[in-house]
């Protein structure tokens, strides 16, 4: 990773910081990386995964028990843990890219940090589970992380090169998930092929893999990884959900693939067309929910083309018939987290916007802007429950239930890119990365 590019980010953060820290009143943030949990009723814990507020400040993923300090205008301090230990991988102490942007110091033993840290107009931030003695400061101030949450919006280039090398690996997984399905491999062996080319363990992953066949690309949130191998003429879909790792930056990736031709690998076509209008109407200035209500005309579009619905796509979304479809929302902000964190916020110190009554879920209410990051994923499923209660509700009539059968065992489609408004264009890093 680039030097330069780090010093110009850990200078922006320092800004922010320093100005958040001074609005809220504390001199001092002790922000701890988490410690590992043990499984109930046994001694293995479970993976480790940093507290996010964490790696927001210092590129470090897998190590507990570790800290930033960091006083305003002062060198953040990192107490880095490294135990005297046989039974563990222990890191090396940090020489590399960010290294000389913080004061190290090293920790044979978690209680040793308690030396370092002061509770004197001081915030913290983390879990506080067996740290209630400690003198960490206010737990996690709401003012702060509000104001903190709604600064992480907006990225610097250290952050969009990281997202860019995120995307890379994961396209290049994509890819060789994609190879497999062709060949005939499990949900199983699929997700190892992805694994593999990444060069990422599942635990390093940003969420687990969705790697759904047939009548499972229905299942949104599909993890199951059936180890069975289906016959050729039983090979119908490909869904797969998968990101990868870069310096604590997420990827969050989607393709559907069609194992014949057909009506559809037809609509698979289609959809991807409407994903990359869709990534072509992010503009500073829209407001979210207005992009997703454009969202769900084109799905109304695509289930009138193709003979699921028998009214328009303008009744369709006005009936609320296209939300059966499309129960999802059409993306989120993507960074350090893959649902990254504001997309509901209101203003830099607070206040909740909810998404739309008929969007419940949709992740991001906020006005797009410039530098800020998004996921554009529609879709379009055949969902066993959703169409259940469609078929007992008066709108059951202006649905061809002949057709909707035809397409259940296909399960969906759904595309997804990682995508960068910049002020006068859209930088499409998951496009750029399958063109290369």
């Given at each position: 990773?680039?030097?330069?590019?780090?010093?110009?980010?850990?200078?922006?953060?320092?800004?922010?910081?320093?100005?958040?820290?001074?609005?809220?009143?504390?001199?001092?943030?002790?922000?701890?990386?988490?410690?590992?949990?043990?499984?109930?009723?046994?001694?293995?814990?479970?993976?480790?995964?940093?507290?996010?507020?964490?790696?927001?400040?210092?590129?470090?993923?897998?190590?507990?028990?570790?800290?930033?300090?960091?006083?305003?205008?002062?060198?953040?301090?990192?107490?880095?843990?490294?135990?005297?230990?046989?039974?563990?991988?222990?890191?090396?102490?940090?020489?590399?890219?960010?290294?000389?942007?913080?004061?190290?110091?090293?920790?044979?033993?978690?209680?040793?940090?308690?030396?370092?840290?002061?509770?004197?107009?001081?915030?913290?931030?983390?879990?506080?589970?067996?740290?209630?003695?400690?003198?960490?400061?206010?737990?996690?101030?709401?003012?702060?992380?509000?104001?903190?949450?709604?600064?992480?919006?907006?990225?610097?280039?250290?952050?969009?090169?990281?997202?860019?090398?995120?995307?890379?690996?994961?396209?290049?997984?994509?890819?060789?998930?994609?190879?497999?399905?062709?060949?005939?491999?499990?949900?199983?062996?699929?997700?190892?092929?992805?694994?593999?080319?990444?060069?990422?363990?599942?635990?390093?992953?940003?969420?687990?893999?969705?790697?759904?066949?047939?009548?499972?690309?229905?299942?949104?949130?599909?993890?199951?990884?059936?180890?069975?191998?289906?016959?050729?003429?039983?090979?119908?879909?490909?869904?797969?959900?998968?990101?990868?790792?870069?310096?604590?930056?997420?990827?969050?990736?989607?393709?559907?693939?069609?194992?014949?031709?057909?009506?559809?690998?037809?609509?698979?076509?289609?959809?991807?067309?409407?994903?990359?209008?869709?990534?072509?109407?992010?503009?500073?200035?829209?407001?979210?929910?207005?992009?997703?209500r454009e969202c769900h005309h084109k799905v109304g579009q695509l289930l009138n083309q193709f003979g699921v619905i028998k009214t328009s796509a303008e009744s369709a979304v006005e009936s609320g018939l296209t939300g059966t479809f499309m129960p999802h929302g059409l993306g989120h902000f993507l960074g350090l987290q893959v649902h990254d964190v504001g997309g509901h916020q209101t203003a830099p110190q607070g206040g909740v916007t909810p998404p739309p009554a008929e969007y419940p879920f949709l992740r991001t209410s906020r006005?797009?802007?410039?530098?800020?990051?998004?996921?554009?994923?529609?879709?379009?499923?055949?969902?066993?429950?959703?169409?259940?209660?469609?078929?007992?509700?008066?709108?059951?009539?202006?649905?061809?239930?002949?057709?909707?059968?035809?397409?259940?065992?296909?399960?969906?489609?759904?595309?997804?890119?990682?995508?960068?408004?910049?002020?006068?264009?859209?930088?499409?890093?998951?496009?750029?990365?399958?063109?290369?």
């Amino acid at each position: 990773m680039d030097k330069n590019l780090y010093a110009d980010h850990i200078a922006t953060l320092r800004s922010r910081y320093d100005d958040i820290m001074e609005q809220c009143g504390f001199d001092t943030l002790n922000v701890f990386s988490g410690a590992p949990k043990v499984q109930f009723l046994d001694d293995n814990y479970y993976p480790f995964k940093v507290n996010p507020q964490f790696k927001a400040l210092v590129p470090v993923t897998d190590n507990p028990h570790s800290w930033v300090i960091y006083r305003r205008g002062q060198k953040p301090k990192l107490l880095f843990y490294r135990p005297v230990d046989f039974w563990h991988y222990v890191p090396p102490a940090p020489q590399t890219f960010w290294s000389d942007h913080y004061d190290i110091e090293l920790l044979s033993k978690p209680a040793d940090a308690k030396e370092f840290l002061s509770a004197e107009n001081a915030a913290f931030l983390g879990e506080t589970a067996g740290l209630e003695d400690w003198p960490i400061g206010t737990p996690n101030p709401q003012e702060l992380l509000e104001r903190l949450h709604w600064a992480r919006a907006y990225k610097t280039p250290y952050e969009f090169a990281c997202l860019r090398e995120a995307n890379r690996i994961a396209v290049k997984a994509h890819r060789a998930a994609e190879a497999a399905f062709r060949s005939g491999a499990s949900e199983f062996e699929i997700n190892l092929a992805y694994l593999q080319a990444a060069g990422q363990g599942e635990n390093r992953m940003p969420y687990g893999n969705i790697v759904a066949l047939n009548e499972h690309a229905a299942i949104l949130h599909y993890t199951h990884l059936s180890e069975q191998r289906l016959p050729e003429a039983e090979l119908k879909t490909f869904l797969i959900d998968a990101g990868a790792d870069c310096n604590g930056y997420c990827a969050d990736i989607t393709r559907t693939y069609a194992y014949r031709d057909g009506e559809f690998a037809e609509l698979v076509a289609a959809m991807d067309q409407k994903e990359q209008e869709l990534v072509a109407g992010l503009k500073p200035g829209l407001p979210y929910p207005d992009l997703h209500r454009e969202c769900h005309h084109k799905v109304g579009q695509l289930l009138n083309q193709f003979g699921v619905i028998k009214t328009s796509a303008e009744s369709a979304v006005e009936s609320g018939l296209t939300g059966t479809f499309m129960p999802h929302g059409l993306g989120h902000f993507l960074g350090l987290q893959v649902h990254d964190v504001g997309g509901h916020q209101t203003a830099p110190q607070g206040g909740v916007t909810p998404p739309p009554a008929e969007y419940p879920f949709l992740r991001t209410s906020r006005t797009i802007e410039e530098n800020q990051v998004f996921t554009i994923e529609p879709g379009l499923y055949f969902i066993d429950s959703l169409l259940a209660e469609l078929k007992d509700s008066e709108l059951a009539t202006e649905v061809n239930w002949d057709k909707v059968d035809a397409f259940r065992p296909f399960g969906g489609v759904r595309i997804e890119d990682n995508v960068i408004v910049h002020k006068d264009r859209i930088e499409n890093m998951t496009r750029d990365c399958y063109a290369q």
